[in-house]
């Protein structure tokens, strides 16, 4: 069996937790499998690297470098000697010689006053490439043969746009002439989240970015299967946070996960799942902490199943802008204006609705975007292409999904029929073609509440709908 497995930066924090994911992929490696690994970095050591780079723009000294450049040695170190002693002088060598690239290169930053997204790139890579010697090494110690490549050294070829990079199929064949060859003797630790352009330039790939790695990985190989190695269980009904009834998704399919992580359910990103949708290739979200637990599937859903709604998700800190104007009925180009004008401020629209008499349009954005979007529209209004533009930040949106949806009769009447009973006012509805989802906006005190309603109404704390 061909497997990729990626671990999540809470799967991978400490010696405890390196030795559990040891113990995971020695299993798989002694049934002979073919694997490759995928490593985040180290629990707040990404968020840590972004503030000190960020603050050498503006900072009157450099010691926020010295506590980052101590924090990383100590925290590697200090595992690297504990899961792999006999490896500990080869590898801390390398892992100190990579702080102390990164060391001068925050200097560097320090001294220019200046961070590019290029820099800001580099300087984010590096949880992943002082994280992914460690592991190594541990694999060696437990008699697992294994080596390193970082994303540009595995063939991950990426677009240009830094912090938010998408994978090019040129890539496919140059990821699949360098592991292949690998993977038959031994197994590859690749530093997830980064992959370099046609010319080089590290570039890193977003939110979820290991996640995103190992599906490319997974389809450029051929994989079986991808396992996702997170804390949690698996993929659940809702946030158990707001409903502890909330269960974990046995089975779910690709469109359906795309649209929970589209209306903000903590699962992998829509983008990390298109590689394994277009190849066909199931993906596992598994708990590194309970193992033995069979988590979600995550696959074509060829495999029905009799429940209509899956999940309920939630987002809390939206805003709906309302644009109005009698002078917008009828006029061509009046969307094509305002979505041109937000993509240039790099501001995403979750959800749009527009009357039938075309005088009022409502988007849904995130709340702290709001500001930022009246100040781009407001040419739009100054040139009269329409009259007045609101915004109401006390909302949530609310997204209920299931493929069973799709030409079933009967999902919307009862969603909004249960809300109607429990006094849940509705402010604006969207439903998209692919009737995998039903959105909708309510007042920001209703949204918890809507949630626990939905989740009772379509009886997702059982095991059978």
Request: proline share 4%; glycine share 8%.
């Amino acid at each position: 069996m061909k497997l990729i497995m990626k671990f999540g930066g809470t799967s991978v924090q400490n010696a405890e937790s390196v030795r559990r994911a040891v113990d995971i992929v020695y299993e798989r490696y002694s049934r002979q499998d073919r694997l490759a690994v995928v490593v985040s970095a180290r629990r707040g050591v990404t968020d840590r690297l972004i503030a000190c780079a960020e603050s050498m723009v503006t900072s009157r000294d450099a010691d926020e470098v010295a506590d980052l450049v101590t924090y990383l040695t100590e925290g590697h170190l200090t595992t690297l000697k504990e899961v792999a002693p006999d490896f500990y002088p080869e590898t801390s060598e390398i892992i100190i010689r990579r702080i102390e690239n990164l060391r001068d290169f925050l200097h560097a930053v320090y001294h220019l006053r200046e961070l590019t997204v290029r820099s800001r790139d580099y300087i984010t890579s590096f949880g992943e490439r002082l994280n992914a010697p460690l592991i190594s090494a541990a694999f060696r110690q437990r008699g697992i043969p294994s080596m390193v490549l970082d994303g540009c050294e595995a063939g991950i070829l990426t677009t240009e746009n830094h912090g938010d990079a998408i994978a090019l199929p040129a890539g496919e064949a140059r990821i699949r002439s360098r592991l292949e060859p690998v993977i038959e003797h031994s197994v590859p630790v690749i530093t997830g989240f980064m992959g370099c352009t046609e010319k080089g330039v590290v570039t890193t790939l977003g939110r979820s970015g290991s996640d995103y790695s190992a599906t490319i990985v997974g389809a450029a190989l051929d994989a079986d299967e991808i396992w996702i190695w997170t804390d949690v269980d698996g993929i659940m009904t809702t946030d158990p946070r707001m409903v502890p009834e909330a269960r974990v998704i046995p089975r779910i399919s690709y469109i359906e996960v795309m649209e929970l992580s589209y209306f903000g359910a903590k699962v992998m990103h829509s983008r990390s799942i298109e590689p394994a949708m277009q190849k066909g290739i199931p993906v596992l979200v598994k708990n590194a902490n309970n193992p033995g637990y069979p988590g979600t599937v995550i696959d074509g859903g060829e495999k029905k199943d009799s429940r209509v709604v899956k999940a309920i998700t939630y987002i809390d800190k939206v805003a709906a802008v309302t644009i109005t104007g009698a002078q917008m009925v009828g006029r061509p180009g009046v969307a094509r204006h305002i979505f041109s004008l937000l993509a240039e401020h790099q501001i995403n629209v979750m959800m749009i609705s527009q009357g039938s008499s075309e005088a009022n349009i409502t988007l849904v954005i995130e709340a702290n975007q709001v500001a930022l979007a009246m100040e781009a529209l407001s040419p739009l209004k100054e040139r009269c292409v329409f009259r007045d533009i609101t915004a109401n930040e006390d909302v949530s949106a609310v997204a209920v999904v299931g493929s069973g949806m799709a030409g079933m009769a009967g999902t919307a009447g009862r969603t909004f029929s249960a809300l109607g009973k429990a006094g849940i006012n509705v402010m604006m509805i969207t439903q998209g073609s692919s009737e995998v989802n039903i959105s909708f906006i309510v007042r920001q005190q209703d949204g918890p509440r809507a949630v626990k309603v939905l989740h009772d109404e379509f009886n997702l704390m059982n095991d059978e709908g």
